[in-house]
């Protein structure tokens, strides 16, 4: 795969990108007026039908950057009945994020979206999908089950994203991606986006995409550009007091903590709620109603505070967050890059505070060798922790890895014509 480092110039506007007077419109009224570095990048090269690798996380304006292309080149329903551009997310909260985003993008043209997650009774899905529906954006376990049942047919489909892929492969979705791609037709375009691209990554994207070209908007760079990022040492039994102090003293205007575990998620949650006003919780164990509505008063501004595991936590896109608080360091390097990402976000300031206690050293470590960058020091009287953080000395190459899979043969992908230009709706 050749690399290609980010754009440095940013193209002036959305018409320079070769798009329709309709999207040029619909981008107008979702407010956007220049297209950022990631859109700039990936719109014209997956307009050409070219595969491509996308290094980039939330808050970049990834997912415009996938959907802008695929609503300029789908098929009207009578040259392609079936879906025909299905989006692969990892958890149900961006499922929905990016169907919003299609719909956004798509006003003016009759285009039917469909998002496909567990948690839902799977009877009001299939209805939509029976009624016909051009995207359909979901979590694998959910669309391989619609996949199953023939709910869902994948015969059309001629774009496949896999958004925040190496997420997916954290949490195990590995197997249920290849299945599903392995039922869409060869001659697909593929486009991956992913915060990080591990080996894991690399060796999906040479089995199943077709010469890839890699487009690098690594999270790094923005982590440094607009994020503050301090530590606290702090004895494990006063973290919880700590957090008090700190959100006192910072008064954030919205702020995520974020916690290892759902039951310890739960727990600061109670705790914090006994002290603070506005406060909520989002993790894996509560019901997919109240994961909505939480989402929903966060994104609204109405809560100030929210309590998150990383999997949920991960691609919250609320633009009013001053603050992230990593109660519990993460328990992957990538997993710090995702949550510091959710503050900073479009070019606006953040800081973000990690509490790492005496034995947890060796993970700031890592986590400054991820990030490429030392974490400042901060500190809060009285809540010295009895011994500074023992460090590591470890080449960042054998740090933070995801274990070694095997290696597999290449894909025996069909090669591909040139891709035309489709029509849009
Ligand atoms: P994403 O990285 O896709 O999660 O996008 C982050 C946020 O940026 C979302 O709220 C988008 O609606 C917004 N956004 C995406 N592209 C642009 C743009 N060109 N100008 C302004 N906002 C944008």
Known sequence: ??????????????????????????????????????????????????????????????????????????????????????????TRELAVQVRGEVEKLSAGRRIHCVALYGGKPIRGQIEKLRRGTQVVVGTPGRVLDHIGRRTLVLDDVWCVVLDEADRMLDIGFRPDIEKILRRCPNDRQTLLLSATVPPPIERLAQRYMFEPESLNFSPTEISVETIEQFYFTVDAIRKFDLLVRLLEREQPRQAIIFCRTKRGTQKIYERLAKRMPSVDCIHGDLQQSARDRVMSAFREGKLQLLVATDVVGRGIDVSGISHIINFDTPQFCDDYVHRVGRTGRMGREGVAYTFVTTEEGGELTRIEQRINRLLKRDEMPGFEATAPPTPIVTPATALGQPAVEKPQPPANLARRPPRRHRRAL
């Open 1 to 90: 795969m050749a690399d290609t480092k980010p754009a440095t110039q940013t193209p002036a506007r959305f018409q320079d990108l070769g798009l329709s007077k309709i999207m040029l419109a619909s981008l107008e009224q979702a407010g956007y007026q220049q297209p950022t570095p990631i859109q700039a990048g990936l719109i014209p090269k997956a307009l050409d039908g070219l595969d491509v690798v996308g290094q980039a996380q939330t808050g970049t304006g990834k997912t415009a950057a996938f959907v802008i292309p695929i609503l300029e080149q789908l098929m009207s329903p009578k040259q392609a009945p079936g879906v025909q551009a299905l989006i692969l997310v990892p």
